[in-house]
């Protein structure tokens, strides 16, 4: 789908949708429970990568009942699950990352599929103790088989990759037998994300013990039934936020004041990159990049350092942007672990923008259309985590034309 956005300014007032971090980890712990009420997960912001999820839980064996916003789940046994099992990933990558230890705790064949970009992302963490333990580990361009037991004992991950082979083990690790100590090693980037899990954890009567970047895990856990409410979304709502550091006036609503979630920095960044203030580390914050770039495009540059993992998204994003930056007239120059956005006046493309399959990049070049106007290919990726963007955007007074 291509999506024309012509100049203009927002406002009004909006929710931010819920998280799909949290519905991710609301929906597992859910599913690993007897019987779990789960509200705010889905309702009209229903995305793909949270679909994803659902689907493999029940191919998995768990019983589930959505009702608009609310889902029932319960009652799946990863140590006995559905037997030939395919759980299709698409291009989710925290389905896969998550699911792969609960996948380790059978001794079945499971085979994980999804779409190739999925697999060129790294899965090293998890091949290196399969490795170690002796399961099967069998990844080709689109799938990945694992066959084996994952044991209890001592873990070590680097704390520079991405935090979710972090969450992944702390699903499973609980239900082993014995205790397990997962120790993360160097810079502990994208702590925020395991905030998010020990949150999710807990509230499904999981205990874990936590003394700096070292967690105790004891086993023989098992998960409780909760009543859990997810919240609305940081990194969601930095895109409509970014319309008031543009000369509109919305207000976003939903926002749990108290939350977690590393994405809450935008605001304080936003109000920075305008204000002088011009280096900003997004190492605990990856998914700000697009929009942080964006904003910064718009208000004069700035520069960003901790921008490394931006290459195994959806699409590598730093390169993504610098290539439809320059399309708006802005420089961008990207280095191995920093992307500076050059000072420029941002002028109206003369080509159409291309989204890379990517929803953070597609509604990043959507904000920056409402100044200058122009026309963005592949409008369709903003499914994977935020369907109704185009039309919450167009009640916010945003005028645009979808071919």
Do not use: W
């Amino acid at each position: 789908m291509n999506l024309k956005i012509f100049p203009s300014k927002a406002n009004g007032e909006i929710y931010a949708p819920p998280s799909k971090s949290l519905s991710h980890r609301a929906l597992i712990c859910g599913a690993l429970s007897s019987e779990s009420k789960l509200t705010n997960v889905y309702g009209s912001h229903r995305s793909v990568d949270v679909g994803t999820t659902l689907n493999c839980l029940m191919h998995l064996g768990a019983d589930i009942c959505v009702h608009g916003e609310r889902v029932t789940i319960g009652n799946f046994n990863p140590f006995n699950p559905n037997t030939d099992i395919t759980l299709d990933c698409n291009e989710s990558g925290s389905t896969l990352r998550f699911l792969i230890p609960l996948c380790l705790l059978c001794n079945k064949k499971i085979t994980l599929t999804g779409a190739p970009r999925l697999f060129e992302r790294p899965l090293t963490v998890y091949e290196d103790i399969c490795r170690e333990q002796g399961i099967m580990f069998e990844k080709n361009e689109n799938s990945l088989t694992l066959c084996g037991k994952l044991k209890s004992g001592s873990y070590r991950v680097r704390g520079d990759i991405s935090s979710q082979f972090i969450t992944g083990l702390l699903f499973a690790l609980p239900l082993l037998d014995g205790i397990s100590i997962l120790e993360i090693t160097g810079k502990f980037e994208s702590a925020s994300y395991v905030d998010l899990t020990l949150q999710t954890l807990s509230a499904f009567g999981i205990k874990i013990t936590r003394n700096a970047n070292r967690f105790v895990i004891l086993g023989n856990q098992k998960y409780k039934n909760s009543q859990f409410a997810v919240e609305s979304d940081c990194s969601n709502a930095a895109f409509l936020e970014a319309f008031n550091y543009l000369g509109g006036n919305v207000r976003v609503m939903g926002i749990n004041p108290n939350t977690l979630q590393g994405d809450r920095v935008y605001k304080d960044i936003f109000k920075a990159i305008g204000n002088g203030n011009n280096e900003f580390d997004l190492s605990d914050c990856p998914d700000l990049a697009p929009i942080l770039f964006a904003v910064a495009a718009a208000k004069g540059g700035a520069k960003f350092v901790g921008t490394a993992r931006l290459k195994i998204k959806e699409s590598d994003r730093a390169s993504a942007m610098q290539s439809e930056l320059a399309k708006l007239g802005v420089p961008v120059t990207v280095g191995e672990n920093e992307v500076i956005i050059g000072k420029a006046e941002l002028k109206a493309p003369r080509e159409i923008l291309c989204g890379h399959n990517d929803h953070r990049i597609v509604m990043s070049l959507a904000v920056l259309c409402t100044l200058v106007g122009g026309e963005i290919e592949g409008a369709e990726a903003v499914s994977k985590s935020y369907p109704n963007f185009f039309d919450d955007i167009e009640k916010l007074q945003i005028k645009l034309e979808k071919k």
